[in-house]
């Protein structure tokens, strides 16, 4: 398993209430597949895709990737581990307004160790790939929302990370781009075997997946495989 959690939780206090956004979730995710994560805002989605990526620390439980009790290391080398093992796409493409495609796509680059390689090379190359090579100069206020959602997609590939987490990525898209960006994505799984975990509200990207997971109130209730 590329991915495995063992009874995560993770708990809030607010004042005197406490809140269980994460309620003992074991997960067993397998390399190269395609998850959804769905359920009602509030159901603990965000908070558990998270805590896999090693954003959040968990209030009990385990987290491994490829092995690795990720919160069992230092903060330098659970760094080291996120920019290598895992890419991170969000809701908004949260691109530096000052820089153009290229220069934001290679912007990871900038934290990690041991970057080896032509990364402007390969930062053209996976432009190329999402359709931007045209853009590549071009500043975010130049390309649509579509356009800079792409960048993202780019940016997150930069590194070459076995996984993909996606939190809500095609959420303030329209219809006609949400599906070119689900269909990218797809075929970045298919190709490339990179393992995917996306937060989607969309039902019917979900189907798309290979499994569906459930949320509600912090819980998996549901695990779905799509044919």
């Not at 009990?60 to 069992?72: E, Q, R």
């Not at 206020?141 to 987490?165: C, F, H, M, T, Y």
């Not at 996306?198 to 979900?206: Q, S």
Request: with cysteine.
């Amino acid at each position: 398993m590329i991915i495995k959690t063992e009874h995560l939780c993770k708990t809030y206090k607010i004042g005197d209430q406490v809140i269980e956004a994460v309620k003992g979730v074991d997960i067993e995710i397998e390399r190269g597949k395609f998850v959804s994560i769905v359920g009602h805002s509030g159901s603990g989605k965000t908070t558990l895709l998270s805590m896999i990526g090693g954003l959040t620390r968990p209030t009990h439980g385990k987290v491994y990737i490829d092995g690795i009790n990720i919160w069992n290391l230092s903060d330098e080398k659970l760094s080291e581990l996120r920019n290598k093992k895992i890419g991170f796409m969000f809701q908004f493409s949260s691109l530096i307004p000052t820089l153009n495609a290229i220069e934001n796509v290679m912007l990871p680059v900038a934290f990690g160790k041991g970057v080896s390689g032509d990364v402007e090379r390969r930062a053209k190359e996976l432009l190329e790939l999402v359709g931007l090579g045209h853009r590549m100069h071009n500043v975010p206020s130049q390309l649509s929302g579509g356009e800079q959602r792409r960048v993202a997609i780019a940016r997150a590939l930069i590194n070459d990370p076995d996984i993909i987490l996606a939190d809500e990525p095609t959420g303030d898209l329209d219809r006609e781009t949400e599906d070119e960006v689900m269909e990218l994505f797809l075929k970045i799984n298919r190709d490339f075997g990179k393992t995917f975990v996306m937060v989607t509200h969309n039902p019917e990207l979900a189907k798309r997946t290979d499994i569906t997971l459930r949320m509600e109130n912090g819980s998996i209730i549901a695990r779905e495989e799509h044919g």
